[in-house]
């Protein structure tokens, strides 16, 4: 029997590696793994690359995540915004790396990972900063610029229900990030506030079918924090 | 008396034609979707994977899963969808968002729009969706003030600020009035706020505006 | 009040024009649209380019287009079939040009096209025949060949239910092509088997956004033949 | 004596894990689902969208709307999704199938298979998902008969017919036996058919097949 679930979060993060690339779902607190992110910072891995659509704020979670030092490289759209103070400060220090990416390219970069596409053409940012040092290329008399595939070791998820094949279906909104970054990891553990069983979730509205899927955990945090 | 904020959004809700889908930047342009009556069917988008926003939530009523790009909290009205990020922003970069309405710090008489950064060692800009809804919406439109709070001009003949997007604004909706970037030409007049003069926004202005013909 | 919903299949298809490149969906008889290529016969469009997973069977439909020499050329993953009589015909006389495809490619490149990406990379094809004439470039020491994008100025497609947003929802595998060649053609015609009132199609199982269809037509055909 | 089709598919389900997401070519590997216990959990997978397929339809029981990549009735398992064609093949060339198992013409001690055409001009040879199944799968295994019916050998130094994949092939099942791929070395026998010795599969093979060290 395929089982996915695990029973603790220690299990659920188990072996997440020094260096790893660690996507991060969620857009405001709507769809965010909150309890994997604390788990995350239990379990003690340093050196990661997050990829999260902003930079934390506050001082737990991503923030605190960073403020233990074991954040090297943000890859975010959004880095400051109100309460973002831990980035902020890190990052005038010099302790963190910054990669800003266009909201729209960073989702499909991380698409084009989980789909086997190295990379593609995007008109997005042709002649601005973010462009600086990538390759340009006009098709059809219109300027694009190459975007490469953004993947990760471990991608952290929240649905509203998944069952033991690592089905997921999300909630309203809080659908956002989470099925692309489930699709361009190599190991994407899910927190889910309902576990269903198999069967239970109709079958045209999996959102991310469970070949996406290495791990569940169920948490049910309630009502995101607005 | 130049617009007030409430009818710079309504100026700008008016020239929405039903059927019209319509991204609307967080601050100021978010207002153009109180403006538009629901029964002038225009769907609102939100780069966050929700298509067809309805009014804001009743008090006591809110869905504290149901956020736009603002993280702000709103209602999905009737055939309205959910989608991924990616999805999301596949309507956005494939062209099928009629309009985007985004908030500027200058427009270039070339359409180009910068609205992201203040300068180029600007530690960490944020600019979320933006680029993408300014390459690849069918139609942009900016609603700014027309100056900046100390008063300088913010349609100019060239951005100083680094570009988010090249040549693609269509429009801008300011306190003084509409204006239009026609390629080859520059700001075209198409509205003035009542009592505003042609010689006060060209004063205001530190690019060429045009009388339309 | 919107309203994509027209009364006829002669409103669906008014305004075709010749030379067109017609996106047809469906995967065997599953969700294609059959009442819309009849409409399409009768409607009169020539020096059609058309991107259907196969090339017709029998001597309806696609085939009965193609006899009628209103089908300049076939894009197309699998080309000869049973009873594929009709291409093979045109075919072996020269009066069909043919573009095959790998199927995953065809698929990746309507939804580039749908996703504004006018080329990407893919390792489908390296080094076969179906790579001639076309760029390859190395990613992290693999070959990949680039794909441009492929894009319709018309597509039909056909779902189980759909309402008058355009809105659709697809039954079982009559999912297939339909969703990604609604997103790359200009002007996307649904047949759906079932009109719904707005709101009545579950907003978590949407699978094409109205955003992609422009002309909604009722015909419900009941069993697709198998 | 040589394997029969149905030996040949059930040798091949027998090498095939609880857990493993599984595409089965068209005609004879298709027959593997039904080697496969219920109980052993393998998920297969059709390029038309499916995930999950479960048992045959019994008689009465068949639904119109629900086919494999052969267009043959097939029903889904509890557990079971679907998807796009997009989205399928994001699963395929992303390498998020564990197994996928095809037929063949050739097989070359490289790892390449041919498998879709005849000959370079072969006038519309029909290449449907097995490229991007041949490229993207993390394991590929060919399901065929030794030779061909005519005798000739399927196992070869270099395929001669136009290429679907390179160097990819794991391992193939044969009525011989089965023969796994090592990179640098070639073909090398696992396992044969009762009665059928190693000097036999050589024989009837065009390369050279190698003992198990």
């Known amino acids: 029997m395929i089982n996915k679930i695990v029973q603790s979060m220690a299990d659920a993060l188990a072996g997440v590696k020094d260096g790893s690339t660690v996507l991060i779902g969620g857009f405001g607190k709507v769809g965010q793994p909150d309890a994997l992110i604390e788990a995350l910072i239990e379990q003690g891995a340093t050196d990661l690359t997050c990829v999260c659509n902003n930079a934390g704020t506050g001082r737990a979670g991503l923030a605190r995540l960073m403020e233990l030092g074991r954040v090297r490289k943000i890859i975010c759209s959004f880095p400051r915004s109100e309460g973002s103070v831990v980035f902020e400060d890190l990052y005038k220090q010099g302790k963190l790396e910054l990669e800003i990416v266009p909201q729209g390219t960073m989702a499909e970069r991380m698409r084009a990972a989980g789909a086997g596409v190295p990379a593609f053409y995007t008109a997005t940012s042709h002649g601005t900063l973010l462009a600086r040092g990538k390759e340009e290329r006009e098709f059809n008399g219109k300027m694009y610029v190459m975007e490469h595939a953004l993947k990760g070791d471990v991608a952290l998820v929240e649905a509203w229900e998944g069952d033991r094949w690592g089905n997921l279906a999300y909630r309203d909104s809080g659908r956002n990030f989470n099925p692309v970054m489930a699709m361009a990891a190599e190991m994407t553990i899910a927190q889910v506030a309902h576990l269903r069983d198999l069967g239970e979730i109709d079958p045209e509205k999996v959102h991310t079918p469970g070949i996406f899927v290495q791990r569940v955990v169920h948490f049910d945090r309630g009502t995101p924090w607005t | ?213």
């Open chain 2, 1 to 213: 008396m130049p617009f007030n904020r409430d009818q710079m959004a309504a100026r700008a809700a008016d020239d929405i034609p039903e059927g019209w889908v319509v991204n609307l930047g967080v601050g100021m342009p978010t207002n153009i979707s109180n403006k538009v009556p629901l029964e002038r069917e225009v769907i609102f988008q939100s780069e966050n994977g929700v298509l067809g926003i309805g009014p804001a939530p009743a008090p006591g009523h809110e869905n504290p899963w149901l956020i736009n790009a603002g993280k702000g909290l709103i209602t999905l009205r009737p055939g309205g969808s959910y989608c991924h990020h990616a999805d999301s922003f596949a309507m956005i970069r494939g062209g099928h968002i009629d309009l985007c309405v985004l908030g500027g710090f200058e427009v270039a008489e070339n359409g180009d729009l910068a609205n992201w950064a203040t300068s180029e060692n600007d530690t960490a800009p944020a600019v979320g969706g933006a680029m993408d809804l300014g390459a690849g919406a069918k139609r942009l439109w900016v609603l700014m003030d027309h100056t900046t709070k100390d008063g300088r001009p913010k349609l100019v003949e060239a951005c100083g600020y680094p570009l988010t997007a090249l040549g693609t604004v269509n429009r801008i909706y300011t306190n003084l009035g509409v204006f239009e970037v026609q390629r080859g030409l520059g700001f075209v007049v198409l509205d003035l706020a009542p009592g505003v003069t042609f010689e006060e926004a060209q004063s205001k202005s530190a690019a060429k505006l045009h009388r339309p013909s």
